[in-house]
């Protein structure tokens, strides 16, 4: 869909906000040239889908008028449970470039004509039997028509749509050393979605989305402490609210971050009996949902492996006309970095 090397804003469309980021590169080197976002409600999106897409396009129109853009075309995301990515053996002859040279449907669990499919061949079948190793990807096509026409309605060109999944992957890599032969979990902890990306070699083995996100941590400060949402927020990022502090709200929310352990670890049980040869080196953590206090020290107690926290800017530069947004946002800006790194594809 890239008709060569031109700067696309990466928009990642998440459940509590639309974040955009544009980047130019130098040889090896990205850096951040622009930055903006803009609040969405909580029936924006419904488990990663567009339920709303007139309040998401009016989300994007504020993004790029606040943003000052040079470039009209974007690359967006789908997430959540409409979408599939998964390690397959495909026929031979799937290599061949063009449209689908094989029967995707007894690959996916969804009927095949309700789905857009795509695929990548990694190489010869690693058990040594016929076929190719390949990552298949599907999305169901009310999802990705419900994106498309979000961002055309907004006057922006979408030039290409990825998986939030695998644009956190890309910014990873750029970011992060690992072993060529380390297997490694990327978790996203959105505001109502987690991805699961456990990735070896540059290649997804197993991507998938747990409905659990920050605003469940919001929720039992609300409750429980009986605050305002924004007061809930501000002391889940570890602020004072009058008397309150992060250590009387610590039991809260570690009891809510045990419920995201307990979905992981069904998550990487499945990848064990999936890829029993396959071990997790380390979990990585991106997303605003990442920075709540305690998450970090619950993941490395309870799987007993290197947990680390994904920085998106540890090798990006951030231009003085973004940086006061950038910086604050962090680890949010995982997939929105990944996705605006898709201008600079081969």
């Known amino acids: 869909m890239l008709g060569g090397r031109k700067p696309l804003v990466g928009l990642d469309i998440g459940s509590s906000a639309v974040k ?3 980047l130019t590169r130098t040889g090896d080197a990205y850096a951040i040239t622009g930055f903006a976002q ?3 409600g909580s029936d924006a999106l419904i488990d990663g889908a567009i339920a709303n897409a007139a309040a998401v396009s009016r989300a994007v129109e504020s993004v790029f008028a606040s943003g000052r853009f040079k470039t009209r075309r974007v690359a967006a995301n789908v997430a959540g449970h409409g979408v599939i990515v998964k390690r397959v053996v495909l026929p031979d002859d799937a290599s061949r470039a063009g449209p689908l040279g094989f029967d995707a449907a007894p690959y996916l669990p969804f ?7 795509d695929y990548a061949v990694i190489g010869p079948s690693g058990g040594g039997g016929p076929g190719v190793d390949a990552v298949l990807a599907a999305a169901r096509k009310a999802q990705v028509r ?7 309605t907004a006057g922006r060109v979408p030039a290409v749509l990825d998986v939030g999944a695998l644009a956190l992957q890309n910014a990873f890599e750029v ?6 032969d380390a297997t490694v979990a990327l978790l996203d902890v959105g505001a109502a979605l987690t991805s699961v990306n456990i990735a070896r070699g540059g290649w997804p083995l197993l991507i998938r989305y747990v409905s659990f996100g920050g605003r469940r941590w919001t929720e039992i400060l609300q409750q429980e402490l009986r605050l305002e949402a924004d007061e ?3 002391l889940k990022a570890g602020k004072q609210v009058g008397v309150l502090d992060v250590e009387t709200a610590a039991p809260l929310l570690d009891s809510v971050t045990d419920l995201l352990v307990s979905e992981v670890r069904r998550t990487f049980a499945f990848f064990t009996e999936s890829f029993p040869d396959e071990a997790i080196a380390s979990i990585y953590l991106a997303g605003g949902g990442s920075r709540t206090p305690g998450v970090a020290r619950k993941f490395q107690a309870a799987f007993g492996i290197e947990v680390r926290g994904m920085d998106p800017l540890r090798a990006v530069r951030v231009g003085s006309k973004a940086d006061a947004g950038v910086r604050g946002s962090g680890p949010a800006l995982a997939v929105a970095l990944g996705l605006a790194m898709r201008g600079f594809d081969a």
Do not use: K, Q, R
Request: glycine share 4%; charged share 25%; aromatic share 0%.
């Open 232 to 234: 809930a927020e501000g």
């Open 146 to 152: 419900a994106c498309l026409d979000a961002v055309t």
């Open 20 to 22: 955009a980021v544009e």
């Open 175 to 180: 970011n992060h050393d690992s072993a060529p």
């Open 38 to 40: 803009a609040p969405l």
């Open 111 to 117: 009927d095949v004509s309700e789905v857009d499919v």
